[in-house]
């Protein structure tokens, strides 16, 4: 059974640097791509970056190109965000998933598993 765990989320002031993790277990395969998405109170789920298991593509949505970096430890099964220059707009709870197949989407329906989620407050 595949399982993903976030964490790292926490409380910054705006222009402070948070980094997620992603853990994930119950798989060996490096046919896959995790996405980092999140959700803001009263707002829809949106997608931020994800990462193809098998060659590092990328990919990062204009809110958060420059600032953030995604990047994976295949010996640790861990996805990493790395958050720089947060802003107020980041606040929301961050979730990481799990899709089959290597290329990546930035679509949460092409993704099958999913976090648990983790809280990420930026105040100004």
């Known amino acids: 059974e595949v399982q993903l765990q976030a964490s790292g989320g926490g409380s910054v002031q705006t222009g402070g640097s948070l980094r997620l993790s992603c853990t994930a277990s119950?798989?060996?395969?490096?046919?896959?791509?995790i996405g980092w998405f999140r959700q803001a109170p009263g707002k829809e789920r949106e997608g931020v970056s994800c990462?193809?298991?098998?060659?590092?593509?990328?990919y990062y949505s204009d809110s958060v190109k420059g600032r953030f970096t995604i990047s994976k430890d295949s010996a640790k099964n861990t996805v990493y965000l790395q958050m720089n220059s947060l802003k107020p707009e980041d606040t929301a709870i961050y979730y990481c998933?799990?899709?089959?197949?290597?290329?990546?989407?930035?679509?949460?329906?092409?993704?099958?598993?999913w976090g648990q989620g983790t809280l990420v407050t930026v105040s100004s």
């Open positions: 119950g798989f060996t395969s490096d046919n896959y791509a």
């Open positions: 990462i193809s298991g098998l060659d590092d593509t990328t």
């Open positions: 998933a799990l899709r089959w197949g290597s290329t990546i989407y930035m679509s949460a329906e092409q993704y099958n598993n």
